[in-house]
């Protein structure tokens, strides 16, 4: 258990740096807080498994391409495959902003895919693979909004403040009197989105689709006509999943 967690530690330093994909065993060394030799041992380790790769020439170490492969086999297993994506692609011609689709994991959320709309210049760029926190975002509270109460509660205890927990609830029956949540420079200033939760055969709560845009150049007709557009897009793709909430 212990290599397990040791290497875990090594691919989340490889995979969360933003500004370099490429570290020496001496930055791996300091940043897992292990010897450079029990490091070395478990680098060469992890290369025969391909969970990390190795330049040759300056012994550098990044991540491994059997996660794309194993990333890329579960991706194609996913309904959105062949019934979310098109939605998503219309959604974005439509209102030529970009548009995600996440899925709750726990108390976080994981953007599983996003499409960009090359006609803006301007893009707000959340990686794939990145996990927010759930009380955080248009995205999110639109799922929390949409979770069975106890699963909800569960975890707006574990991430809002006490003292908030009161006025956070009733914004998430807002939300869910809505059927959108709206979000304004909570991750990232001068950005907002827009968000409707979507939900498949059991009408069990899946994910959230949900628009990013920069806010200094929208109109309250824009917003509108966003709002209106991402809840069209998630009923579209809440009857395709075999849901009965929106037929």
Not at 4 to 17: N, P, Y
Not at 139 to 149: D, E, G, I, P, S
Request: charged share 25%; proline share 4%.
């Amino acid at each position: 258990m212990q290599t397990i967690d040791r290497a875990m530690q090594v691919i989340k330093v490889l995979a969360e740096s933003e500004t370099k994909k490429w570290f020496s065993i001496t930055d791996l060394s300091k940043e897992c807080d292990l010897p450079v030799s029990t490091m070395h041992r478990l680098l060469q380790s992890m290369i025969k498994h391909r969970l990390i790769q190795q330049d040759p020439n300056l012994k550098l170490y990044s991540m491994g391409y059997t996660w794309m492969e194993y990333g890329l086999q579960m991706y194609d297993s996913f309904d959105f495959v062949g019934l979310i994506r098109p939605e998503m692609e219309k959604l974005m011609h439509e209102v030529e902003e970009s548009v995600y689709f996440s899925k709750p994991i726990g108390s976080e959320a994981l953007i599983i895919e996003r499409i960009d709309c090359p006609q803006n210049p301007i893009r707000i760029y959340d990686q794939l693979g990145i996990r927010i926190p759930m009380h955080i975002g248009a995205a999110n509270k639109a799922m929390l909004a949409h979770m069975y109460k106890d699963e909800a509660l569960k975890i707006i205890n574990e991430l809002v403040p006490k003292v908030e927990i009161e006025s956070f609830l009733q914004m998430l029956d807002t939300i869910r009197q809505k059927g959108y949540g709206e979000s304004h420079g909570e991750k990232t200033k001068g950005t907002s989105s827009v968000a409707a939760p979507i939900f498949n055969h059991s009408n069990e709560l899946i994910g959230s689709i949900s628009i990013g845009y920069v806010t200094f150049n929208q109109t309250e007709e824009k917003q509108q006509l966003l709002i209106e557009k991402v809840i069209q897009a998630s009923m579209r793709i809440s009857a395709k999943l075999g849901s009965s909430l929106y037929r």
